[in-house]
């Protein structure tokens, strides 16, 4: 059928038309709202370069959460900053650390909701790296250990899910090792696997003070310009027992996240990163684009593109729309 017989405009009359041949639907099942944790009591530190993001005492990150489920998100991510950082990252996994201490009294107030937590080393090492350093790199195997014992403070406190985002090789083994010899095997692992060493990170860094002191982190997260690649992190993150596999960042890897999706047929998530956050943030506040309307445009792409679960600082704009308040 060809043009003037077919006419693809027939069904783009109006609104009740277009929602009846609609393929892809943003919903608030998929969300995942990214909180940070750090010190202090009723403290609200707002994240200079991520407008309307704070970092937030455990009181204050309860009473975010008892707002996240109140609009109906279901899971939030929980990233920790230390009172003290040190080489080898001790706040990461101690059971009176920053986010285990968050876990239990989100569980105890909000006990609906789902607890991810970032598994890392970045926040709470004094050099900023994902790991334990030796001459000047990150030393894999060493810091496997320390990954699964954070994964394991993680779950003792209560964690539904651990998400490592260190990319060293072998670390979901690791932790699924760990997890299952000390009774956790219902906890799941969501792999950060085929996260990129990108730019995009810039404003977390400023919020989770994670930036590397010296050098960058090429050397563990992936090369932008590699997609195979991305493919044969996944096969190996879901042969040591991820749950869900990441996609990290969002926007600018919808490549990936279509392939890995095609590819595997395995539970998905997609981070829409800090900078892909601030810069429709910044081009809001200028008036040279319609926020509202880009957040939704960009999170109907990530879902479009395979994604089955999104990770957003946008979250609670998405679900507010949705709602409609
Ligand atoms: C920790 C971690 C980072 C992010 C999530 N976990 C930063 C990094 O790898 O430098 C980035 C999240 C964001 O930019 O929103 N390794």
């Known amino acids: 059928m060809e043009f003037p017989v077919y006419r693809p405009r027939r069904l783009r009359k109006n609104e009740r038309l277009r929602r ?88 105890e107030k909000v006990p609906a909701l789902i607890v991810m937590t970032d598994v890392c080393l970045c926040e709470y090492t004094d050099h900023g790296h994902c790991g334990v350093v030796k001459n000047g790199d990150v030393d894999n195997d060493a810091t496997l250990e320390l990954l699964a014992k954070e994964a394991l403070s993680h779950a003792r406190a209560g964690a539904d899910i651990v998400a490592p985002s260190d990319m060293m090789d072998g670390r979901v083994g690791a932790i699924r090792k760990t997890l299952d010899q000390n009774g956790f095997q219902q906890v799941a692992i969501m792999a950060y696997a085929a996260k990129y060493a990108s730019g995009f990170y810039g404003p977390f860094r400023e919020a989770a003070q994670s930036t590397p002191q010296f050098g960058d982190r090429r050397s563990y997260q992936m090369d932008p310009a590699n997609a195979d690649e991305a493919l044969s992190e996944v096969e190996l993150d879901i042969r040591e027992g991820a749950d869900i596999v990441m996609v990290k960042p969002a926007m600018a890897y919808l490549d990936i996240v279509y392939r890995v999706k095609q590819k595997f047929g395995y539970p998905v998530a997609a981070y829409n990163v800090s900078g892909e956050y601030s810069m429709i943030k910044a081009a809001g506040q200028n008036g040279w684009i319609d926020e509202q309307r880009i957040i939704m445009e960009v999170l109907l792409a990530i879902k479009r593109a395979g994604a089955d679960m999104i990770l957003s600082y946008f979250a609670k704009d998405v679900a507010r729309q949705l709602h409609g308040w």
């Open 20 to 107: 009846l041949v609609r393929e892809t639907a943003l919903s608030l099942d998929h969300l995942i709202y990214p909180l940070f944790v750090g010190p202090g009591k009723d403290s609200v530190e707002p994240v200079s370069s991520m407008p309307g993001v704070s970092q937030l005492s455990v009181d204050r990150a309860v009473k975010e959460c008892e707002e996240v489920g109140a609009l109906g998100i279901p899971a939030v991510i929980l990233f920790g900053i230390p009172e003290q950082k040190d080489p080898l990252g001790s706040e990461a996994y101690l059971d009176s650390g920053v986010v285990q201490g968050a876990i239990r009294a989100i569980k």
